[in-house]
C-alpha cells in the first residue's frame, strides 16, 4: 500500500519540484534544528540547509527507499555539513582572497555602455532590468551581502555590519554571484 510520502517521493524522482517541497516543508524545522544544534550559527544552519536541499533534490533519483526520507536527507544535511567545516580550514583568510576587477558587475555594465548603437543601447536596457530584477528577487540576506559588497565593503567589514562570520559572507556572495549569473545567462540563452 502506497502512503501519500511514497507517492510524493515518486513524483519528486520524476522531476516535480512541487512534490519535493512538500516532502522538505514537512521535515524543514526539524532538519535546521539538528544543523543548529551540530554548528551553533543559525546563519550557517540554514546555508547548509540550503546546499543539502539542492543536493537532495538533484539526487532524489538515487533515494533507494531502504531508509526513510528524513533519514536520507539528514546524512546528506550532515555530510554537506562536514564538507562546510572543512572548506572554512582550507579557505585562506579574507584578507589574502582578491576579487577579480571583472566580477564586479557595476564595472561589467559600465563597459557594456561604450557603444551608442540602437541595439546595444537596447540591450544595456534589458541587462539593466535583468540585472535590477535579479537582485531583487534574491533572498534578503543575499541581497544585503551582495549590496554591501558592491559598496566597496571588504569582507571582514561586511561580516562585523551584519554580525555573521566571514565565511558565511563568502558563501552568500558566492551563491548570489551564482543565482545573478544563472539568470543573467538564461536571459542571454532564451
Known sequence: MSTPESNLITEARHGSQQAFNMLITKYYRRLLAGLYKACHHEEDAKDVLQDSLLKAFRSIKTFRGQSSFYSWVYRISHNTLKDHWS??????????????????????????????????????????????????????????????????????RIATRIKIPIGTVRSRLNRANSIIREQINRYYVT
Open 87 to 156: 572548506l572554512q580550514r582550507r579557505r585562506p583568510p579574507a584578507e589574502d582572497v582578491v576579487v577579480e576587477p571583472s566580477s564586479n558587475l557595476h564595472e561589467a555594465h559600465a563597459n557594456l555602455q561604450d557603444s551608442n548603437s540602437p541595439e546595444a543601447l537596447l540591450s544595456q536596457n534589458e541587462l539593466s532590468d535583468k540585472l535590477a530584477s535579479s537582485l531583487k528577487n534574491l533572498p534578503k540576506t543575499l541581497r544585503v551581502t551582495f549590496k554591501l559588497r558592491q559598496r566597496g565593503f571588504d569582507y571582514k
